[in-house]
């Protein structure tokens, strides 16, 4: 009885293991994309941060001329500047928060990758261990049977 269940007992290990592998690198698979696509969307708010502060600043040197201010000089330029430098701050915090998901989806592949493994060599040792214990109470039986 015990000699017939150790083979089933090591193919099941087998097809476990396997499937954890499976799972893991589908999961990380999964997470990695993610993580390519954070970059893009952050690429894309970063695209459409600028646009929309070339329009606003635009916007804002059409105004200064039509109220009299040279729109390169004095206030106006410095209200230019400071809307350069709170676009480059939106883009800079943009790019950031992009890559900061980016990089925390990527190492979460990396541990499906690592869970999958140890569960699959858990897996291995448990088959190997339920082997052994059946190898020694057959032994065992058998040193019974023939002393």
């Known amino acids: 009885m015990a000699q017939a269940a150790v083979p089933l007992m090591i193919a099941g290990a087998v097809v476990k293991g396997v499937g954890g592998i499976s799972a893991a690198r589908h999961n990380a698979s999964t997470l990695r ?14 695209t459409q941060i600028r646009s929309q502060a070339r329009t606003a600043m635009g916007r804002q ?21 400071e809307s350069l430098m709170q676009r480059e701050m939106d883009v800079m915090n943009t790019r950031r928060n992009a ?16 869970q999958g493994v140890m569960g699959a060599l858990g897996t291995a ?23």
């Open 99 to 114: 890559a900061g998901k980016a990089t925390g989806l990527r190492s979460q592949a990396k541990m499906a990758m690592r």
């Open 33 to 46: 994309t993610q993580a390519r696509e954070e970059e893009q969307l952050g690429q894309a708010q970063i």
């Open 125 to 147: 040792i448990d088959a190997a261990s339920a082997v052994a214990g059946y190898k020694a109470k057959y032994d065992n039986q058998s040193e019974q049977n023939n002393g």
């Open 61 to 81: 040197v059409a105004s200064f001329a039509e109220s009299g201010f040279a729109p390169g000089t004095g206030t106006a330029l410095n209200s230019l500047e």
